[in-house]
T-cell receptor, first 113, second 115 residues
Framework: AQSVTQPDIHITVSEGASLELRCNYSYGATPYLFWYVQSPGQGLQLLLKYFSGDTLVQGIKGFEAEFKRSQSSFNLRKPSVHWSDAAEYFCAVGSGGYNKLIFGAGTRLAVHP | NAGVTQTPKFQVLKTGQSMTLQCAQDMNHEYMSWYRQDPGMGLRLIHYSVGAGITDQGEVPNGYNVSRSTTEDFPLRLLSAAPSQTSVYFC??????????????FGPGTRLTVT
């Protein structure tokens, strides 16, 4: 069965520092991969997605992610974090048919001034 | 477009009560889903629908019913609320092109507390 692992439950970075959030997936075929962000008390917003093609994907708010098939990973990165990036981040993989998504447990990001 | 809308935003129920969470979308998406979000567990799929009149169970369906009489609406019914159903509930819709796209458009969520 497909699964998504986000190894880091909480991460704290200083404003202006670089960020990498880890995501590992389990899926037999070429995966459809997503990163969503949830600000406190809000719904989920799509940051970026990977279906095929270039393995480095650009998203909104200055985020990017790199698909590495050999490592079954889809890590999210940002070169310089802003205080407004404090949120919870979810990695997800498309599962089978019917447009179902399997989500990781999430990583909560705190940003120190 | 309003996108995906959910009502109510907040709800408190007593154990044993029933209620319906409403979800509507105006994007003509054929797929709709209900997820629950609990701390440390991400989002888990409760039920989903691939079109009007067609629904199926997700990962955690017990205690919930759904129906889809129109493309736009996908209500979630709690039959007899239990404290374990205290959670944040998200409705989502998605579309397909020549195959599944998997990209979910989420509503703002309903925060449910069962006492």
């Amino acid at each position: 069965a497909q699964s998504v692992t986000q190894p880091d439950i909480h991460i704290t970075v200083s404003e202006g520092a670089s960020l990498e959030l880890r995501c590992n997936y389990s899926y037999g075929a070429t995966p459809y991969l997503f990163w969503y962000v949830q600000s406190p008390g809000q719904g989920l917003q799509l940051l970026l997605k990977y279906f095929s093609g270039d393995t480095l994907v650009q998203g909104i708010k200055g985020f990017e992610a790199e698909f590495k098939r050999s490592q079954s990973s889809f890590n999210l990165r940002k070169p310089s974090v802003h205080w407004s990036d404090a949120a919870e981040y979810f990695c997800a993989v498309g599962s089978g048919g019917y447009n179902k998504l399997i989500f990781g447990a999430g990583t909560r990001l705190a940003v120190h001034p | 477009n309003a996108g995906v809308t959910q009502t109510p935003k907040f709800q408190v129920l007593k154990t044993g009560q029933s209620m319906t969470l409403q979800c509507a979308q105006d994007m003509n998406h054929e797929y709709m889903s209900w997820y629950r979000q609990d701390p440390g567990m991400g989002l888990r799929l409760i039920h989903y629908s691939v079109g009007a009149g067609i629904t199926d169970q997700g990962e955690v369906p017990n205690g919930y019913n759904v129906s889809r009489s129109t493309t736009e609406d996908f209500p979630l019914r709690l039959l007899s609320a239990a404290p374990s159903q205290t959670s944040v509930y998200f409705c989502a819709s998605s579309y397909s092109t020549q195959g599944p796209t998997y990209e979910q458009y989420f509503g703002p969520g309903t925060r449910l507390t069962v006492t």
